[in-house]
Each structure stands twice: as structure tokens, then as C-alpha cells.
């Protein structure tokens, strides 16, 4: 399981990389994330929200209001800007240089 | 099922943002916590457990409530006092300190003011660029219609027209003690 420090930092890029894909609301990207990190990574309601509203504020990612299909509930979709798309190339190069070193480090230790 | 935009309502009481945000707050998260009922309720938990999960994904609401009003309105605040004083303010400084080093190379020679001591000059002089001085109205414009036009209040919009005077002032002021 991956500790609550690494998850914090790992999260902007999750939700950016998940955006990547295509717009998604909340709880569907909390759910996706979930699925595919095979429930490394979860996003409570707690922790995503507050890291949208700011990422929002950043303009990394804008959200608008749409009906879902059944036409019974109005959610808030977020789909990633330019700006968005401009920064997670960086995000993806910095942690996966930290990985490298981590990779290197543990070569280290096993020598 | 429960009532979630009740819950989150009463839980984020005192969530001070404009009405519509809180409302769009209130009614994301309701809608948030619908769906992990829902969620909950395919993957067979009893209503009362999938209640409980929904409830399990917050667990201090005053803590969530100051996350999101940082989140909401910390930048907004901060971006809104870059735009409002401090770009206006110091492009009004920027260019007034410009426009001076200008005059000074290319003006008119300067109107020079001393203080008298019976019959002899004592320093400091003051040196007047008459030219720069008519122009600083129209660089204070130029900041406030900045500060103005990025929603400034009025004291952010006046702070940006005198802020360039400050560091003028203060140097005179020094000067004359």
C-alpha cells in the first residue's frame, strides 16, 4: 500500500493523466482511478474535491455542468485545458525520474 | 435513500463562498455521495451499509469545509491581489521610474529647487523634471483603469495609482530631514 505523503503527491498527475483521457465527473474519476492503479490509489470525496477545486482554480482543468444520459441528475464534468495538458508532461517527467532514482537506490542497496 | 444534499448542506453550514458556488458545492458533492450509494447498492450492500460507506468517505466535514474554502477561494484571493494592486502598481512604478531615466537623457533641463540659508544654497536640491510630473496623472490612469478593469475595489485602485509615489515620497521626505 502506498503511503499517504507519496499518494498526495501522486494525485494532481492521476487526476491529469485520467482527464487525459477524456471529461469525467467526480465520483467516475475517483472510480476509474481506482480500477486501474487495482485500488492503489483511492480518492475519497474528502480528498478529491478539494484538490479539483484547486487544480480548477489553477486552471489546469475546467469543469461545467452537465445531465446524465437518463436525464435524473446533473453532475459537474472536468476536462483538462491547454494549461492542464501543457503541465502534466513535466509532472510525468518528474516522477518518473524520481523512479529511476528510487530504482537506482534500491541497485544500491542490494549490491 | 438518504437525503445527501440535506447532509451536505447541513455539514457544510457556514461555507462561506457566494451563494450559487455553495449551492454548486453542496449540490457536486450530494451528487458525489448518490452515486456511491448507488455504487454500493449493485455491489449488494444493504441499504443501511451502503449508507454507511457514503458516510465513511468524509470523515471531518469542518476539516473538508476549510479545504475547499482555501481551495476556492485562497487563490482566487491571491491571484485577484496580483491583478487588482500589484500588477497595475508596479507597471505604474515601472513606468514612471522609465519615463523619468528618459527625461533625464533626452528632457529639458530640470527646475531645480534648494533650500535658502541667508544668502548661500544648502543641499539638498531638489531636481524637478516638469515633464515627468505631467505625466505621472496619466501613468495613475493607466493603473487604475488596470486595477479597475481586473475588479479591483476602490482601495485596491487608488493603491495602485499612489503606490509609485510612495518610494519618491519617502526618498524627498528623507532628503529634507
Known amino acids: 500500500m502506498i503511503g499517504v505523503g507519496i499518494k498526495r503527491g501522486t494525485a494532481e498527475l492521476a487526476v491529469l493523466s485520467i482527464l487525459e483521457e477524456g471529461p469525467l465527473h467526480g465520483y467516475e474519476m475517483a472510480r476509474r482511478i481506482e480500477e486501474q492503479t487495482k485500488g492503489a490509489l483511492r480518492f475519497t470525496l474528502a480528498a478529491l474535491y478539494p484538490m479539483l477545486y484547486r487544480m480548477e482554480q489553477r486552471r489546469w482543468i475546467r469543469g461545467s455542468w452537465e445531465t446524465s444520459d437518463t436525464g435524473r441528475r446533473r453532475r459537474r464534468c472536468y476536462r483538462l485545458t491547454p494549461a492542464g495538458k501543457k503541465k502534466l508532461s513535466p509532472l510525468r517527467q518528474e516522477w518518473s525520474e524520481l523512479f529511476q532514482a528510487l530504482r537506482r537506490l534500491k541497485k544500491v542497496a542490494n549490491a | ?177
Open chain 2, 1 to 177: 435513500m438518504p437525503d445527501w444534499q440535506a447532509l451536505v448542506r447541513s455539514q457544510l453550514d457556514g461555507l462561506a463562498l457566494k451563494p450559487h458556488e455553495r449551492a454548486e458545492v453542496i449540490e457536486e458533492l450530494a451528487a458525489h455521495l448518490d452515486e456511491t450509494f448507488e455504487g454500493a447498492r449493485r455491489q449488494g450492500f444493504a441499504e443501511q451499509d451502503a449508507a454507511q460507506r457514503c458516510l465513511s468517505e468524509v470523515k471531518d466535514w469542518r476539516d473538508l469545509r476549510r479545504r475547499i474554502q482555501t481551495a476556492r477561494t485562497m487563490e482566487n484571493i491571491m491571484t485577484n491581489r496580483v491583478k487588482q494592486f500589484w500588477l497595475p502598481s508596479l507597471l505604474t512604478l515601472l513606468l514612471s521610474m522609465g519615463l523619468l531615466a528618459l527625461i533625464q537623457i533626452f528632457g529639458p533641463n530640470p527646475w531645480m529647487v534648494a533650500r535658502h540659508s541667508g544668502w548661500s544654497l544648502v543641499a539638498p536640491v531638489a531636481v524637478v523634471y516638469i515633464p515627468w510630473l505631467l505625466s505621472l496623472p496619466l501613468i495613475g490612469a493607466m493603473g487604475a483603469y488596470l486595477s479597475n478593469r481586473a475588479g479591483g475595489s476602490q482601495r485596491a485602485v487608488f493603491s495602485s495609482i499612489v503606490f509609485p509615489v510612495l518610494p519618491i515620497w519617502s526618498f524627498f521626505w528623507l532628503g529634507f530631514l
